[in-house]
């Protein structure tokens, strides 16, 4: 079972669809290291949602995790 990503709004753009990175490949690396890979700047500021629970850019995939990217909005 691989790991879903499952982008919101804008953040579409980086991701391709579908997008199902292997467990094999992903499996213990951060979500950091997800939305690096992806090419997202780092200046966009991401809610990341981890099987439905708000997780850390440090949290460590696992198999059959589904990681959902959503864009903060901010303004002034």
Known sequence: ???QVIP???VK?????????SSAEWGGKAVAALI???GIPSTI???V????EKQGN?????????VKL????TGG
């Open 1 to 3: 079972m691989d790991i």
């Open 58 to 66: 440090d949290y460590a995939l696992r198999e059959g995790d589904s």
């Open 49 to 52: 949602l981890v099987n439905g």
């Open 36 to 38: 690096l890979s992806l």
């Open 13 to 21: 753009r980086y991701v391709p669809e579908p997008l199902s990175p």
């Open 8 to 10: 919101a709004g804008f």
């Open 70 to 73: 959503i864009p903060l909005m």
């Open 45 to 47: 500021s991401l809610s």
